[in-house]
C-alpha cells in the first residue's frame, strides 16, 4: 500500500499564479527525489450536497481565496521520509519556495501523512 502527503490551504485568488509558478518548482523537486506522483488543485465544485461538509466549511476562507488540494505519493512511509529527506536538502526548493515571502499564509495550511487502506 502506498502513502500520502496531503495538504489543503487558502490561497489568495490574485495570488494564485504566483502559488501555482512556486508548485510547479516543487513539484519537480518532489519528482526527481522519487515521488511517485505531485498534485496541487484548485477547488472549483463546492456547492453543497447535504451529505458531508464541503472545504470550505472546513478551511473558511476569507473573501478572496481559493482553496487548494495537494497531495504526494510515495511506496510507502519509508520511501516517502526517503525521498522528503532528499527534497528538504534540495536548494532548488528554497529557491522556489522562499519562506519569507509566500503567496499564502502558512500557519492555516493543513497537513498530514496518510498511509492507503484502499487502492485499485
Same mark, same amino acid.
Given at each position: $500500500?502506498?502513502?500520502?502527503?496531503?495538504?489543503?490551504? /487558502?490561497?489568495?485568488?490574485?495570488?494564485?499564479?504566483?502559488?501555482?509558478?512556486? #508548485?510547479?518548482?516543487?513539484?519537480?523537486?518532489?519528482?526527481?527525489?522519487?515521488?511517485?506522483?505531485?498534485?496541487?488543485?484548485?477547488?472549483?465544485?463546492?456547492?453543497?450536497?447535504?451529505?458531508? $461538509?464541503?472545504? /470550505? #466549511?472546513?478551511?473558511? /476562507?476569507?473573501?478572496?481565496?481559493?482553496?487548494?488540494?495537494?497531495?504526494?505519493?510515495?511506496?510507502? *512511509?519509508?520511501?516517502?521520509?526517503?525521498?522528503? #529527506?532528499?527534497?528538504?536538502?534540495?536548494?532548488?526548493?528554497?529557491? +522556489?519556495?522562499? +519562506?519569507?515571502? $509566500? /503567496?499564502?499564509?502558512?500557519? *492555516?495550511?493543513?497537513?498530514?501523512?496518510?498511509?492507503?487502506?484502499?487502492?485499485?
Amino acid at each position: $500500500m502506498s502513502y500520502v502527503d496531503g495538504f489543503v490551504l /487558502p490561497v489568495p485568488t490574485k495570488k494564485l499564479k504566483e502559488y501555482q509558478k512556486m #508548485a510547479k518548482g516543487a513539484g519537480k523537486v518532489w519528482m526527481e527525489h522519487g515521488a511517485l506522483d505531485y498534485k496541487e488543485c484548485v477547488l472549483e465544485d463546492n456547492k453543497e450536497t447535504g451529505f458531508c $461538509m464541503t472545504f /470550505p #466549511a472546513i478551511v473558511k /476562507p476569507k473573501k478572496g481565496e481559493t482553496i487548494i488540494f495537494a497531495y504526494v505519493v510515495y511506496k510507502n *512511509r519509508a520511501h516517502r521520509d526517503k525521498v522528503n #529527506a532528499k527534497v528538504m536538502k534540495d536548494k532548488r526548493l528554497s529557491e +522556489s519556495c522562499d +519562506s519569507n515571502n $509566500m /503567496p499564502f499564509d502558512v500557519s *492555516r495550511m493543513g497537513y498530514g501523512g496518510f498511509k492507503a487502506i484502499v487502492e485499485f
